[in-house]
């Protein structure tokens, strides 16, 4: 490993080292005090390091070399004496790193000078960007607080971002819930005010319908008070009810035409007496019994309000009225009373 030779096995009591050759057997060595000035500065890569494993291998060498040079003869002084030749084992040698490739430790010096750390990135730097030294920071722990705060607010800002979508998202919803709430209740509020406005429409399209049938109809005669009905039960009749209107009036009161049509037959007809037919256009029969006189003949054509006969006691009575009658087309009798209301005419 080392160049010294191994110290022989005998108590250090001189001060002089054993001569290494022939010229030096002669030669007596004084005390060795090593100075400052004595010790050849280490220079070039077999500088000692602080890496772990180098460190231990050659400190070992180093005091075997020591150990050796006292053995063999004593303690010399450095002028007097070459300095005994140190080398490190070539695996140590070329493991060990180049000082340059060292982060921040600067460069070391050539063998024309003493060996000199230079500090060309200090750690105070380490870790800028070319961002941070544009923008004038030259710490590396301000850049690094820098970038978190900045992490930070960007953070914050994206949190703010998401929260106010999910507000605007929301109020877009409960808007459009609102809008077709809204469209829902005009919708229904329209076609209520619709079916208000057709209902009046019909209402009033009838009424105009009854006026004008009004102003078409004429009650059969004036003057009279009602006193049979019909379908009225009794004896009094023949087919055991009533089967028409009795108008009580003094007798020659005039008898009307209760709307235009054409006079179907005018004649005696056993217990209507005096019969009058007159038939409309839609084929409904309009009958006038017990009359004392007839003003028409058959085939004739009157109008509504136009005098056909006169009010009498003819046929089988108990006094003086006017018996009406109204007949479908197909000669079912039916109630005079309601036909009269449906055609606008109230007895």
């Known amino acids: 490993m080392a160049s010294n030779k191994p110290a022989p096995a005998a108590t250090i009591e001189t001060h002089s080292f054993a001569a290494t050759d022939a010229t030096e057997s002669e030669a007596t060595w004084g005390e060795w005090n090593p100075t400052a000035e004595s010790i050849r500065p ?19 060498v180093l005091g075997v070399g020591v150990i050796a040079a006292v053995g063999a003869g004593g303690i010399a002084t450095a002028q007097d004496k070459p ?37 060309s990135a200090p750690l105070t730097t380490a870790g800028l960007t070319a961002e941070d030294a544009e923008q004038g920071t030259a710490d590396a722990g301000e850049a690094l607080r820098a970038r978190i705060l900045q992490q930070a607010e960007q953070q914050q800002s994206a949190a703010e971002a998401a929260r106010l979508a ?13 809008a077709a709430k809204q469209q829902s209740q005009a919708e229904k509020e329209a076609a209520e005010a619709k079916k208000k406005a057709e209902e009046e429409a ?25 006193t049979s009905t019909y379908g009225e039960s ?17 007798t020659g ?37 017990h009359q004392s006189s007839m003003t028409v003949s058959a085939g004739q054509k009157v109008t ?17 009225h ?10 079912s009798g039916i109630d005079p009373m309601a036909w009269l209301q449906s055609k606008g005419v109230t007895p």
Do not use: C, Q
């Open 166 to 178: 999910a507000a605007e998202t929301a109020a877009a919803k409960k808007a459009a819930s609102d």
């Open 304 to 320: 509504a309000g136009e005098v056909i006969g006169r009010v009498g006691a003819t046929g089988n009575v108990t006094g003086a």
């Open 234 to 250: 009794g004896s009094l009749w023949s087919s055991g009810y009533h089967t028409g209107l009795d108008f009580a009036a003094p």
């Open 42 to 60: 280490v220079r070039g890569r077999h500088r000692v390091t602080s890496k772990r494993n180098g460190l231990a291998r050659s400190s070992t």
């Open 83 to 119: 300095a005994v030749s140190i080398s490190l084992p070539d695996a140590i040698a070329d493991n060990l790193p180049d000082a340059s490739s060292l982060p921040g430790m600067g460069s070391l010096a050539t063998d024309d000078s003493e060996t000199e750390l230079l500090a």
């Open 253 to 289: 009161t005039p008898v009307k035409a209760v709307h235009g049509g054409t006079i179907k037959s005018a004649g005696w007809s056993g217990s209507y007496g005096y019969r009058t037919v007159l038939e409309l256009d839609d084929g409904t029969e309009i009958w006038y019994a």
């Open 202 to 226: 019909r209402a009033k399209a009838e009424a105009e319908r009854l006026a004008k049938l009004a102003a078409s109809f004429s009650l059969p005669t004036s003057s009279y008070t009602l």
């Open 322 to 331: 006017l018996h009406l009658e109204v007949h479908t087309a197909g000669g």
